[in-house]
């Protein structure tokens, strides 16, 4: 358990940061102060456990670095993950729930990158706005289903991608708050798809228009001299919004949000491999070929731009709930249902140890001594991020 500030011998993006000395001039503030935490992170910059094998014939010291805990970082967000996955177990239902995701045109991309917070949260409510409409409509549904909305911004090549996918649940309550399956429809999917979009491309578009109006989405003076083009141009484009066949139920769901939710931008495992010359070579999915596994290989600082673009906003929710998924009194709502359904409510959810965590998910002790191998450690003192030391009482 001796930690070490790289992740062994791998290619990661802290490597590539801890190599790159001048990659700080290339970056703004924002990203500066996301990256820096990256490439310090498990190092002793953050602080570090000092434990003590309790053997006595062995009494090794082992140190365990702390985590930069940014959501940004490839290495941090493991266990956060699953105790996320956990809560939103106790909310899901015994239905089926489907699977949409909604995209804007490339050509608004720079837009969305001089106004990120106002143009994300446009989509958000886009996007829930057009589930929203289908679901009230009797022909389809009547009621208010759950929505998970997770925002992604990058393709596999990692180029910016801005997109919404949407898990919606297969029935909702009434007005009543009673349950109501969905209607079983000709098409296969929840919402006719095509239809969808042709609610979604305008209302984005005006609400798009009126946030330029009142100054909340600035432009550039190109922008503002090209907009009314492009405006033009965006309400006669196909925007693309997909529907996916309908997952089984609470155990695909799960599955799911266990790979897409907590993500970033790129996972240090496809990271191959970094050269001398920090030129990066990692692996990505060509849907354009079938979903072949194909490498490329970018100079570090064309990367590091890359990996930049999807760098949220400060405290800019990525995940948001919808419906009766909604946050308030969500966990009431979601157990009446189940009391309708005359099936069990969910339990409370119970607060399991990191330690526990680690051995459930690798089936190895993390309090087990790396040396000896037999006796536990025992924890000495912790050096917080300011270099405090605080020592352990008996």
């Known amino acids: 358990m001796v930690a070490n500030n790289c992740t062994g011998s791998r290619a990661t993006v802290q ?37 003590r094998c309790t053997d006595r014939d062995c009494g090794a010291m082992q140190y365990v670095y702390h985590s930069c805990r940014n959501r940004h970082c490839p290495q941090c967000g493991n266990s956060k993950k699953e105790e996320w ?36 949260t446009l989509l958000f409510d886009a996007a829930s706005y057009a589930l929203m409409q289908f ?19 990058w393709g596999q090549q990692l180029t910016f ?66 907009w009314l083009t492009l405006r033009t141009a965006l309400y006669a484009m196909d925007w693309i919004v997909d529907f996916r066949e309908p997952m089984g139920g609470p ?6 949000l266990g790979r897409y939710t907590h993500k970033v931008a790129i996972s240090n495992h496809r990271i191959k491999r970094i050269d001398m ?27 590091l731009r890359r990996y930049e673009q999807h760098i949220l906003p400060p405290r800019f929710c990525k995940i948001r709930h919808y419906g009766y998924l909604g946050n308030y009194k969500r966990k009431e709502r979601v157990n009446e249902i189940l009391q309708q359904m005359d099936k069990p409510q969910h339990a409370q959810q119970a607060q399991v140890s990191m330690a526990i965590r680690m051995i459930e998910k690798f089936g190895t002790d993390t309090m087990l001594c790396s040396r000896c191998k037999k006796a536990k450690l025992e924890l000495l003192y912790v050096v917080d991020i300011k270099g405090i030391k605080k020592v352990q009482r008996e």
Not at 28 to 47: H, K, M, N, Q
Not at 169 to 186: F, M, Q
Request: hydrophobic share 35%; glycine share 6%.
């Open 161 to 226: 991608h801005p997109h919404i996918h949407c898990i919606v649940s297969g029935g909702g309550i009434d007005t009543n708050k009673r349950w109501k399956e969905a209607v079983k429809a000709k098409h296969k999917f929840l919402f006719p798809t095509k239809a969808v979009a042709q609610v979604y491309r305008p209302y984005f578009l005006k609400q798009l228009q009126q946030q330029i109006d009142k100054g909340i989405i600035t432009m550039t003076k190109e922008q503002h001299r090209d």
């Open 277 to 303: 010359d920090s030129n990066v070579t990692f692996e990505y999915k060509d849907y354009t070929d079938d979903g072949r596994k194909k490498s490329m290989t970018l100079p570090g600082e064309e990367f």
């Open 85 to 120: 996955i956990e809560a939103r177990m106790k909310e899901l239902l015994p239905v089926k729930y489907y699977h949409a995701v909604f995209t804007i045109p490339h050509q608004l991309n720079s837009l969305v990158m001089g106004n990120r917070t106002a143009m994300f």
């Open 15 to 51: 490597q590539l940061l801890q190599q790159m000395h001048g990659w700080k001039e290339l970056t703004s503030p924002g990203s500066y102060a996301v990256l820096s935490r990256i490439e310090r992170c498990r190092t002793a910059d953050f602080g570090y456990h000092a434990y």
């Open 135 to 153: 679901a009230k409509n009797e022909k389809y549904l009547g009621a208010q289903p759950g929505i998970i909305a997770v925002l992604h911004t």
């Open 251 to 256: 155990a695909q769901v799960l599955e799911y």
